[in-house]
């Protein structure tokens, strides 16, 4: 249960991005090709009958994913986690938002995620387990090799720690409120024990749990002994909150790392619904879309680099072992020196602080 409720956080953060990557683009090409010079602007409150879990969503939000009639999507998959109750009847929408502060932070802490995931190569152990002796031996001493620069990145990553809100939203219609009262104790269905990161806690009408800067365990991470040291330091006072709340007919989930930063909008005018950046969805929502989604080009931007950076770190990985393994084969060195070109041809392309900010393969 503790390494799912670690791997549950990790992935947490890989839908973020993967949700919020692809939809700015697909959206300002659909609103391209309506009609929208009609279109009646709507007030925050006609937005929040279409979209009501945005509602939720702070007003600086700048990258969000909203689903409306959630309930008809998942009433089968809930259904059977949740006996009793009809989702169909009673859920309403979902949304996820953050600040582009927040996406920035969470680019530059996932080599830490990484970490607590206790996650080791698995394309690498693929190639160990298939490859002939001399060739799994190359790949080990690889692996050192980039665990040993994985772990000053992870110095680099965590000097600095802080995560702002990340906020994800289920509304539901009239009448539902218990289920969102059974889903809100779910952040405190973990394992807490002496020797824990995970501590539970309650916050004014809040629960949930933050993870201990101080209790992680680095070890599977073999990194060298002064980088553990350093990054224990780092995380010395670090907390990461995870804490969830019924508020009206919305369940809110914020993740982030000093809840004095988290917000609550207390009026539907003061949430994203408020904001002007909602004005080019009017028209998408008189259509009942199902789904509306924005993404700020600067994140669309960090992640284009993410991509470019893990292509170059695993060419730059594979230069290495074949490398590694050329001796007086000219097959081998040919391989590594095409490796070897592709990652400086990488480089160009992506600026040197993303590889300090990037999970390393």
Not at 28 to 36: G, I, R, S
Not at 117 to 131: D, F, H, I, Q, R
Request: glycine share 6%; proline share 5%.
């Amino acid at each position: 249960m503790k390494e799912m409720m670690k791997r549950l956080l990790f992935v947490i953060c890989l839908c973020v991005w993967g949700v919020l990557q692809p939809v700015q683009g697909n959206l300002v090409q659909l609103l391209a090709q309506d009609n929208t010079a009609d279109a009646v602007s709507l007030s925050p409150r006609a937005r929040a009958n279409a979209f009501s879990a945005l509602a939720a969503l702070p007003a600086d939000t700048d990258s969000f994913f909203a689903i409306a009639k959630l309930g008809e999507l998942l009433s089968g998959e809930i259904a059977s986690v949740i006996p009793g109750a009809d989702v169909a009847a009673e859920l309403d929408g979902f949304a996820l938002g953050m600040s582009e502060a927040a996406a920035q932070d969470l680019q530059r802490l996932m080599p830490l995620f990484q970490v607590l995931t206790e996650a080791e190569s698995p394309l690498g152990e693929e190639w160990c387990a298939k490859a002939a002796p001399d060739a799994a031996r190359a790949i080990v001493a690889q692996q050192r090799e980039a665990r040993y620069r994985a772990g000053e990145l992870l110095v680099q990553a965590t000097r600095d720690y802080h995560l702002s809100p990340i906020y994800m939203v289920l509304s539901c219609k009239p009448g539902g409120e218990s289920l969102l009262h059974q889903l809100s104790v779910l952040p405190l269905m973990v394992p807490v024990g002496a020797d824990s990161p995970m501590v539970l806690m309650a916050r004014g009408s809040s629960r949930g749990f933050y993870l201990r800067g101080d209790a992680l365990d680095l070890s599977k991470a073999e990194l060298a002994p002064e980088h553990e040291e350093q990054i224990a330091r780092n995380l010395q006072q670090a907390r990461l909150y995870v804490m969830a709340e019924v508020q009206g007919n919305k369940l809110v989930l914020v993740i982030c790392s000093n809840l004095e930063e988290v917000k609550h909008p207390r009026r539907v005018s003061q949430s994203l619904l408020g904001s002007d950046k909602m004005a080019p969805f009017d028209a998408l929502m008189q259509r009942d879309a199902l789904a509306l989604g924005s993404c700020s080009p600067t994140v669309v931007s960090m992640r284009e680099q993410l991509n470019l950076c893990t292509y170059r770190i695993t060419a730059s990985f594979m230069g290495g072992v074949f490398r590694r393994l050329a001796g007086e084969n000219p097959a081998m060195a040919a391989a590594a020196d095409a490796l070897d070109s592709l990652a400086q041809q990488l480089d160009t392309l992506v600026p040197p602080r993303t590889e300090a900010e990037q999970v390393m393969v």
